[in-house]
C-alpha cells in the first residue's frame, strides 16, 4: 500500500500564494533546523529524520512551476477541508462555552492558543459568537494547599540564617525534587554526625532544630507541598515587587514581560507559574499586558526541571546546573524530562539524579589530591543517585588502576624489606609521593625503614671508629645485618680476610666416614663449606661435589663407595665471602665387607656365594675344619676364587667346614688392603631328589597338584609371575621366604587350591634336607574369571556395551549376531586400553540390519606361556535392535443377553518381531487408561512368546462383566507386564473405545 506523503505547502507552513523562490527556499531552511533539533526527540524523531531526507524532493517540486503549481492547488483544497473542518470543532467548542448564556474575553484567548485553533484570528471567532462577551477579573493561583504555619516557617527562616543556608533543601544540600527516601536518609547521616560533636553551641542547637523540622517536613509528601507552598509564596512575593515596578506606568510591554519571566525562574519559580501569576497580577492591577509573539524567546526557551532556569531551545545541559534537559534512565535508557521524579517506563528516581553531581564534582577533586578512599566513598553515594554516570564510571577505573600500580609498589617495598634491602626500599617508597594525597605512603614501613637504615649507619660510624679488627668486623656485620644492601659495610667485610677452619680429621662409623673440624675464631657467625673429590684434591669451593653448608663442626657421610679414594675439603664462608684456602684431609678410602653370603652345600662340595662391593681388587677364602678361620692367614686358602663365589669340592660328607671371606683393596700407591672378612659354615651333604613330575586337574574354581612321592618333605610354593628356577637347582632353605606364598599341604602328593583372580598362576614344589632346597617342576594353571554388569545401549544402528572388568584382565572378545547362530556371528578383540579411551565402553558400529535382536557375548582372554589362547564361557546379554510392534484390534461380539451380563469381544493380535515380555490386555471403564498402574484397570488375560509359535497373528474370544452400573463405554489396552519393558514394545490401537 503507498504511503500518502504530506503536502509541502503545509509541511513549510507557506500559504499556497506564494511564489517566490527565495521566500520558498527560507521556508525550507527554517524548517530545515527545527527538524535537525527534533531528529532525537523520542516522539517526534522518527517524522523529523523523514522531513529532512525529502527536502532534496520538496526543493526539486517547488522549483518546477508546472509541479509547484499542482502542489499549491492541492495545499488550497487541504485547507479548505481543514478549514471546514476547523470551523465545526470551532463551533462545538463555542457552544460549550456559550452553554452559560456568556463567554469571558480569557476563554477567547485560551482558545486561540490551542494548536487546533491557531489558523483563526480573534475576529474570526468573534463573529462566530452569538451571546456576550465579557471581562473577568483575573484570580489569583488557588490551590487547596496550606503553607506552613507563620510561626513555623519564621522559626525555620531564623536557624536557617544561623547556619548560613537559603532553605531547608540548601540544609540538606539536597536539590528540591530529590525522593522523600533520599532525604530521609540525608537526615539520619546528619544526625548520625552531629551527634559525634562534642561543642554544642548556637549552630550546633540551630543545626538540630533544623533537622527536626526536616524529619517532620518530609515525613509525606502532603507536608512537604505545604514548605513548597511557603517557599513558592516567598518568591511570588518577590516576583510581585519587580511587577509593581514594571507596571508603574500601567503597562506591562512584551520586553517587560519577558525580563519578570526569566527573573522568576532565577528565583526558582517554574515559567509556567511564573507567567500565570505576572499575568493574574497584572489583571488584579488592572493593567494591561503586551504579550510577546508567537516563537518569542521565552515562549521557545526550555525550564530546567531542576532549578527552573531558562535556557536556549538548542541547549542539552541546563545552564544554570548543568544537568541535562533530557535525562536517559541509568536503567533502561527511557529519555526523560529534567523535571520528572520517577522514569516513566521503570520508576527509577530520576529526580535524585541531579545530586550526584556535586558528590562526582568533590569524588574528582579527592582523586585529584590522591585521596582515594575519599574519591571512592563520594562516587559510591554519587552512584546510589546517578547509576554509572561516565565520571563515576571513569573515577573509579582511575581508583582501581591507581590502587594496582599502589600496591604492586607496596609488594616491592614489602618484599625488600623481607630481604632486609632496606636501602632499596627507601627509594621505591618515595615513588609512593606522586599521590600527592600520599594515603598509601604507611607510616610503619616507613618508619621500619627509617629505622633501620639508621641503626646501619650507626654501626658505620663504630667501624670507622673501631680500634681493632674484630671490633671492625663486628660493627661491618651488625649492618649488614640490619641492612643487606648497606654496600659500605659489605665492602668494609671484604676487606677483612676469611680463613679456613683447623685440625681436620676423619674417622669411619659403619659405612660412613665422619669429618670434625675446629672452629673458626670470629665474633661474627661463619659457615662451612664440605667439598668431597675422588681421586685428588680439591682446588677451589667449585671442585668436587658439595655435602653441605653448615654452621655445625662435623659432618657424617654416608655417601662414600668401599674402594674409592676420597679427598675433603672445608672452606670458611663469612657474609658470603669464602675463604681463600680451605682445610683438608689425606686421601680416605672404606673399606667394606661382602653382602648377601650363602653356603649351600651339596655331595662331596659346598658352593660360596656373596656380592662383593664394586672397587674391591680380589676376594680371598679362608678355611678350617671344625671352627672358622679367627682372621685373615688364619686356615687355608682357597686357590680359585671368583668375585661372586667359589666351590670348596672333594669334601667328606656330614664333615663342617668353617670359612672366612675377605675383600681385598688397593691404595694410590698399588698397596693393598684388606677387610675383617665374613665367616660362614656348612657341612657337605647329598641333596634331596625333585619333584620331576606335577600334573594339575582343574574343576571350576579349583586346581589339584598332584605329584609323585619323594622321601624328603616337599613345600609348594605359588606366584604371579614364573619362578626363575631350573629343575633340581639347589638353593639355601632361608631364601625360601622371598620366592612365592606358600601354599599349606595337608595330604601326601596332593593339594587343592581355590583359583579367585583372573589370570596365569605358578605353582613349584619345593624338596626339603635340612638346610637344603631343591627346586622341583613348575607348572602354570590358567584361570579365566567372567566381565559383569554387561549392559547395552542401542542408538539406530549402534549398539554401545559397558562391562565391569575382572582384576588383571587385559582382552575379552566381543561377539554379537543372530541369538540362534551366535558362533557364527562377528567377534572383536577389545583391550582394556582400547576399553578406557571410549571413555569406558565399546561400541559396535556395524549395521544391525535384518537383526530384530541382538546376542552379545563377552568372553576374557587369556594367553598361556606356551603362546596358546583361552576364552572364558562368556557373560551373554539379549537386546533388541527394533522395537517389536504389536496391531491390537478389538470387535464386540453379539448382542448383550438379558440374562448374562458378560460382554463376548475377539481380540486379534499382529505381531512383527521377536516377544520377550509377557503382556497384559487391560480394560477400563468409561475413561482411558492413564499409566499402566492405573488403579482401575482389570486383566482380562497374558499373552506371551508361546501365543505367537507358528504365526505372527493370532484371534481369541474374551469375556468381561462390568463391574459398576451406568457403563456405556469400554477402553483397551495391551501394556507389558514388567512397565521398564515399555521401550522394547510399540503397540498399536491402543486405547480402542468400545460402545456397550
Known sequence: MATIRENYYLLLDLDPSVEDKAQIEGAISKKQQEWARLRNHPAKGTWAKQCLSQIPKIRRTLDDAELRKAEAEEATRQLHVQQKEQFTELDQALATLASKSFIYEMEIEKLLKQSAFKSFTRQDIEKRIEVPIKKIAAQPEQDDVKPLEASTAKKIEEDLSIVQKSDLYDFLELKPGSTLRTIEGRINDRYKALREKSVKDAFYTATQELLGQCRRIFKDEESRKRYQKTLDLNRFSSLSKLIDIAGLDNEISATEFEHLVSEAATMGLAKKEAITHIKNYATRKRWSIQLPPDGSRIEQAISCGVCNTLNPPKATNCTGCGFPLEINCPDCK???????????????????????????????????????????????????????????????????????????????????????????????????????????????????????????????????????????????????????????????????????????????????????????PSKIPVTYKLIRKARSIPTHAEDGELLTETAQLSFLDKETKAGVLYYYAVFTQRNGKLSARAA???????????????????????????????????????????????????????????????????????????????????DNSGKLLYSQGVSIQATATPPPR??????????????????????????????????????????????????????????????????????????????????????????????????????????????????????????????????????????????????????????????????????????????????????????????????????????KQGLTSLFSKNIKFEVRLEIDGWLEETLQLVVKENNRLISYKDPDRQVLREFSSSDFMGSNAISTICQYRPKNKGVKNLFFSLIPNDPGAKDNLEVQGNGQKITL
Not at 682357597?638 to 683393596?665: C, F, M, T, W
Not at 584382565?809 to 571410549?838: C, N, W
Open 334 to 520: 527511557t529519555i526523560n524530562p529534567s523535571g520528572t521524579a520517577y522514569c516513566s517506563k521503570c520508576g527509577y528516581a530520576i529526580a535524585d539524579m541531579p545530586n550526584a553531581l556535586p558528590l562526582i564534582r568533590d569524588a574528582k577533586d579527592a582523586l585529584a589530591e590522591g585521596n582515594h578512599s575519599k574519591a571512592k566513598l563520594l562516587f559510591g553515594q554519587a552512584n546510589n543517585y546517578w547509576k554509572n554516570h561516565p565520571d563515576i564510571v571513569a573515577g573509579r577505573r582511575k581508583i582501581d588502576e591507581d590502587a594496582k600500580e599502589i600496591q604492586a609498589i607496596v609488594e616491592q617495598i614489602e618484599e625488600l624489606i623481607r630481604k632486609k634491602q632496606y636501602y632499596q626500599a627507601r627509594r621505591i617508597f618515595s615513588q609512593l609521593s606522586k599521590w600527592p594525597g600520599n594515603e598509601y605512603a604507611d607510616k610503619h614501613l616507613e618508619k621500619k625503614i627509617t629505622d633501620q637504615i639508621d641503626g646501619a649507619e650507626k654501626w658505620l660510624q663504630k667501624a670507622q671508629n673501631a680500634s681493632s679488627i674484630a671490633e671492625k668486623e663486628e660493627a661491618f656485620f651488625q649492618a649488614v645485618n640490619l641492612c643487606k644492601d648497606c654496600q659500605a659495610a659489605v665492602d668494609g667485610l671484604a676487606t677483612i680476610p676469611t680463613v679456613p677452619p683447623k685440625d681436620l680429621s676423619f674417622s669411619f662409623q659403619d659405612n660412613s666416614v665422619l669429618l670434625s673440624w675446629l672452629a673458626v
Open 584 to 666: 683438608c684431609t689425606p686421601p680416605v678410602l672404606r673399606i667394606a665387607e661382602i653382602r648377601q653370603l650363602r653356603a649351600i652345600p651339596s655331595d662331596g662340595s659346598i658352593s660360596l656365594l656373596w656380592e662383593a662391593p664394586e672397587h674391591t681388587r680380589s676376594i680371598e677364602v679362608w678355611y678350617k675344619k671344625n671352627s672358622v678361620p679367627g682372621r685373615r692367614g688364619d686356615g687355608s686358602q682357597l686357590s680359585s676364587v671368583r668375585k661372586d663365589g667359589a666351590i670348596h669340592e672333594g669334601l667328606a660328607n656330614e664333615e663342617q667346614y668353617g670359612y672366612l671371606i675377605v675383600a681385598v683393596y688397593s
Open 690 to 891: 625333585a619333584v620331576e613330575h606335577l600334573t594339575v586337574k582343574k574343576s571350576a574354581e579349583l586346581a589339584e597338584l598332584i605329584w609323585e612321592q619323594v622321601p624328603n618333605k616337599v613345600e609348594m610354593y605359588s606366584s604371579t609371575k614364573a619362578f626363575p628356577f631350573q629343575l633340581s637347582e639347589i638353593l639355601p632353605y632361608a631364601e625360601l621366604g622371598n620366592i612365592g606364598r606358600l601354599i599349606p599341604i595337608h595330604q601326601k602328593g596332593k593339594v587343592t587350591i581355590r583359583l579367585s583372580q583372573h589370570g596365569i598362576r605358578y605353582f613349584m614344589p619345593v624338596t626339603i634336607k635340612g638346610q637344603l632346597a631343591v627346586v622341583g617342576k613348575q607348572v602354570a594353571v590358567c584361570f579365566l574369571e567372567e566381565v559383569k554388569d554387561l549392559k547395552a545401549n542401542v542408538n539406530n544402528d549402534k549398539v554401545h556395551l559397558t562391562w565391569s572388568w575382572p582384576k588383571g584382565a587385559e582382552k575379552v572378545e566381543v561377539l554379537y549376531g543372530d541369538p540362534f547362530a551366535i558362533d557364527s556371528g562377528l567377534p572383536f578383540t577389545v583391550s582394556k586400553q582400547d576399553y578406557d579411551r571410549e571413555q569406558e565402553g565399546f561400541t559396535i558400529d556395524s549395521s544391525m540390519a535384518g537383526y530384530p535382536e541382538v546376542l552379545i557375548r563377552v568372553r576374557t582372554i587369556l594367553e598361556r606361556p606356551d603362546s596358546v589362547i583361552e576364552y572364558s564361557q562368556g557373560t551373554e546379554l539379549r537386546i533388541k535392535v527394533k522395537k517389536t510392534r504389536i496391531q491390537l484390534a478389538i470387535q
